[in-house]
């Protein structure tokens, strides 16, 4: 029989391009108990025109306010899980391990639902090309909506948006961006096709708890890590366009 020596995996280095490094991440323990999710926006409207102001006897119309509006998660809080089953032993890192499945997979798991959310916003024109799509989206980012948002699209489609010039190379462990800054997350989660824009956006996730089950007849161990998410995007900013 042939010897197996047990070596150390390979370090696996941190996924670059994706949502972690766009949205703010907050731990919040009370996700695991809410049914919905809302904050205030501090305003989706632009400031008005006008003349005269307050000062002087220039006579001018009366002034709108839009107020503070309180804007909803993009759905219900979700669970996520990481499972690890292995033979019963005396030092088990099955916890960390099964830590580790949920947190290197959650940001894909978020783009998944970023996209689903995104395919319900504003159709714009088809951009035809990838370069026509990223310019749809970039001039009604920049007009309707306050903030710097960014785009969503798949990865294979960043490589053909980089080829035909629609966004350029990142810095050193930073996310591509277009030609005007706005940040590019691209995944291996998102349909090729279609690109989408969105408002900035935090996932919110829930401390992580670790479950053990044992079974001493059959000598298996099960660890469970899970999780609470949700999102929230503001001033629920989401416009398409496609391209190829």
Do not use: H
Request: with cysteine.
């Amino acid at each position: 029989m042939a010897l197996a020596l047990p070596v150390a995996a390979p370090t696996r280095p941190a996924r670059l391009g994706g949502i972690r490094q766009v949205a703010t991440w907050v731990e919040d323990a009370r996700i695991g108990a809410a049914e919905t999710v809302v904050f205030q926006s501090d305003g989706c409207t632009f400031p008005q025109l006008a003349i005269g102001l307050c000062y002087g006897e220039t006579t001018v119309t009366p002034k709108d306010a839009v107020g503070i509006t309180n804007v909803t998660g993009i759905g219900a809080p979700f669970a996520m899980y990481g499972g690890i089953k292995c033979f019963l032993g005396p030092d088990s890192d099955l916890a960390e391990r099964a830590r580790n499945v949920l947190i290197d997979g959650e940001d894909r798991m978020i783009e998944d639902r970023l996209e689903a959310y995104a395919t319900g916003g504003t159709a714009l024109a088809a951009g035809t090309t990838l370069v026509g799509a990223v310019a749809l989206i970039e001039q009604d980012m920049d007009d309707k909506y306050l903030g710097r948002g960014y785009l969503l699209m798949a990865r294979s489609d960043a490589v053909r948006a980089r080829a035909q010039g629609a966004i350029i190379d990142p810095g050193l462990g930073d996310l591509p961006t277009t030609i005007n800054g706005t940040p590019v997350v691209a995944s291996g989660r998102v349909t090729a096709g279609t690109v989408y824009g969105l408002g900035a956006t935090t996932v919110l996730r829930s401390s992580v708890t670790t479950i053990e089950a044992l079974d001493p007849r059959s000598n298996d161990e099960w660890q469970i890590a899970e999780a609470v998410y949700a999102i929230v995007v503001d001033c629920a900013y989401r416009v398409k366009s496609t391209g190829v």
